[in-house]
C-alpha cells in the first residue's frame, strides 16, 4: 500500500496588495506562487492522491461582503484548467479553513489581541468550499454541529485524518464579549484519535488545521497557537499520531517536540509575505512497508514577494522519514 498527500497553506497576498493586479485579482491570492505550485503538482509524474491547501487562501479577516467576493473567486481560479490544472488531475483537493477565512480583524484598543470570530464566516465557507471536503467524512454531530462542521475525519487506505477547524465560531459572551478565537472541538478529536488508534486497518494517524500548536519549537496557547494544545497534544502523542501538519506560521518548520514522538510541521509558505525565504509544497509519501517520508520542496522567494521566478528552480529543502524514535536529521532554517 502506497499513498502520495501533499499540503501548504497562507497563499493570500499582503493587505497593502488587494486590488494590486500585478500581484492577485478578486481572489486575493499571490498569483504567481499559486499557479506554479498547483501546475509543478499537476504536473509530476507520481501525483498525489491527496492535497490539503490549510487555510489562509484569501486575504478577507474583515467582513462577510469581502469573504463571499473572494472565495468565490478563488474557486473560479481553481476551476479554470488554464490557471489550476489540479482542478482536471484528478488529485483529491481538501481546503481547511484559516483565520483570514473565520475570524475578523480590527483595531479596537483591546491589548494582544485583534482578532474576532465572524458570523456568518462558516456559512459562506460552506457555500463555496463544500466541494472541496471529502463527501465520506465524519463530522460533529449534537449541539453546535452547525459551527463544527469543518472539523472533520475521514480515511483513505490505512491512514486515519482528522481535520480541524482551529477557529470555529463561539458566540460573544458577557465574558467574552466578541468571542473567542483559537478554538476547536478537543473532546470530538481526541476521540476520534483514539478510535482511529483502536482501528486495525489504520496504521497511520495525521492531524491536520490551519494554526500550529509548536512554532519554534515553542508550545503557543495564543494567536500563532491553539488554546486547548497543552490538552490535545498530549493525547496526539499518546495515541502515536505521526504529525500535526499545520500552517499559519509564514515559514516552513518541522520539529519533533520532546525529541521523540509526533511531530509539527508547519508549511505556510505557499505565497504570503513573511519569514518564508522560499515558497513551495511539503509532501509526504507512505511507503508500502509502513516507513514516512517527508520531503518539502521550493523555490527563492522574489522581490517582491508576489514576482513570479522562473529562474529559481524548485527544489528539495528538507528531507527525512519520520521517525518514532528521535530523529537524527534535524531541520536547520
Known sequence: MFIVLFFFGCNRV???????????????ANLSAMKRIWTEVANLKRKPELLFFLGDMVLAETDTINLNSQLKAWVKLYNNSNFSPISTSGIETVAVPGNHEMLYWHDYNVPKHDEWPLKGATKIWMKYMSNFMPKDRIYVEGKDSINNQMTFAFKRKNIGFIVMNTDTYNTPTKENPYGLEGQIPTDWIIKKVEAYKKDKAIEHIFVLGHKPYYVNGKPHTDHQGIPDGPILWPKLEENEVVAMLSAHVHDYQRMQPGN??????????????????????????????GKVKLTAMGFDVGNPYYKAVPENPSTVRDQTTLTWSQNSNLYQN
Open 260 to 289: 521523540k514522538g509526533t511531530y509539527q510541521v508547519i508549511a505556510g509558505n505557499s505565497g504570503s509575505p513573511g519569514s518564508a525565504t522560499f515558497f513551495g509544497y511539503t509532501k509526504i509519501d507512505i511507503m508500502s512497508r
Open 14 to 28: 499582503d493587505r497593502h496588495q488587494q486590488g494590486d493586479t500585478t500581484a492577485t485579482n478578486a481572489s486575493t
